[in-house]
């Protein structure tokens, strides 16, 4: 099958020229209908070049200054994903050397841990008998009653906080 | 994205260019250059996805693209080329992106192509945009590069991507297919 025609520019030139099929040269318009190359860019040029031309009535193209604008954030919101992700790497390394740090130091902290739960527990077991008494004692000051333990372990919690709040709005 | 007017443009193109990002061209001479090239390019992406809003999109990333690309052009020839390439990538991606999950029927593709002013629906050109419908994007792509933009085999060429010497049959294969629809559909030349 040929895939060109020496005839090929002729027949584009006249599609061009606007000579296409009325004012065509009778000689190439037989030209065309004979050759299967020239048939087809008759078929397809004129219809691809009238698509064009509606193309150019289709609704104007955002300005160029809002396309700019565009690509600007575009580029800064890039640039500062770009920069935060090493911070983040660093973070995650850091979390998991946490982690690795603890489980290696696990063994020798358990007996000290231990220690202390007992400690806890030593405490907890000489205050409970004692939190009635503190209890009865605080209801005689101040005439209210008032659940001690509950009291005492909320202090315990919420002093920190407090504590944090207190010094960072300063 | 909502509508922006003419004076938030401005203010926020002030604010922006306060702390500028760098893109590989400055301001004055990126608009004109989408000046002389942004009329070409949407009707290039318009008809060869046959979806103007997604041609809209993809206009905004292919400056996107074109700005942050570190390229040294030769000349306007090919700066203009290497807009299209990245225009032509951006195509091909949606149309595989598409392929894997589509979520456009053809009936909505081609009901897409409608949603244009009547003025402009010319019955043949219904007709071409059916038909431009039912090739390959490679086809739409080489034959709108070629019969609407006037572009030689060689900016053909380094606009998708191809060899130089492959644009003539390619070209021709194309330019068969349309032909053989458009002729399905009664033109006669």
């Given at each position: 099958m040929r895939t060109d025609c020496t005839r090929e520019q002729d027949a584009l030139d006249a599609i061009a020229a606007g000579?296409?099929?009325?004012?065509?040269?009778p000689e190439l318009r037989d030209h065309i209908a004979a050759c299967g190359v020239c048939r087809d860019i008759a078929t397809v040029v004129p219809a691809i070049a009238d698509e064009r031309d509606a193309a150019w009535e289709e609704p104007a193209v955002p300005a160029s200054s809002l396309v700019w604008w565009r690509a600007q954030i575009r580029a800064r919101e890039e640039a500062a994903r770009a920069a935060a992700r090493p911070i983040a790497a660093v973070q995650a390394i850091a979390v998991a050397c946490l982690i690795a740090a603890t489980l290696a130091l696990m063994p020798f902290a358990l007996p000290s841990v231990k220690g202390a739960a007992a400690l806890a527990a030593d405490f907890g077991a000489w205050f409970t008998p004692r939190a009635a008494a503190v209890s009865s004692a605080v209801t005689l000051v101040t005439g209210m009653a008032v659940p001690i333990l509950p009291f005492a372990v909320a202090s315990i919690l919420l002093a920190p906080i407090l504590l944090y709040y207190a010094l960072t709005e300063e | 994205m909502r509508n922006l007017t003419l004076a938030d443009i401005e203010q926020l193109r002030a604010e922006t260019s306060q702390s500028d990002v760098a893109l590989e061209m400055d301001e004055e001479a990126f608009r004109a250059f989408y000046d002389r090239t942004a009329r070409i390019l949407r009707a290039y992406l318009s008809r060869v996805t046959g979806d103007s809003h997604l041609a809209d999109d993809l206009l905004q990333e292919t400056y996107y693209r074109f700005l942050r690309a570190r390229s040294d052009y030769e000349s306007e020839a090919h700066r203009r080329n290497s807009l299209f390439r990245i225009a032509s990538n951006l195509v091909r991606d949606h149309h595989r992106r598409r392929r894997i999950t589509?979520?456009?029927s053809a009936a909505e593709h081609e009901g897409s192509l409608a949603d244009r002013p009547a003025a402009v629906q010319t019955e043949r050109g219904a007709d071409l945009r059916r038909a431009m419908t039912r090739l390959r994007p490679r086809d739409r792509e080489l034959l709108w590069l070629a019969y609407?933009?006037?572009?030689s085999h060689r900016e053909i060429a380094e606009s998708l991507g191809l060899k130089t010497g492959s644009i003539k049959l390619l070209l021709f294969r194309a330019r068969r297919r349309l032909a053989s629809l458009l002729r399905g559909n009664g033109h006669a030349n």
């Open positions: 000579r296409w099929p009325d004012r065509c040269d | 589509p979520v456009v609407a933009q006037g572009s």
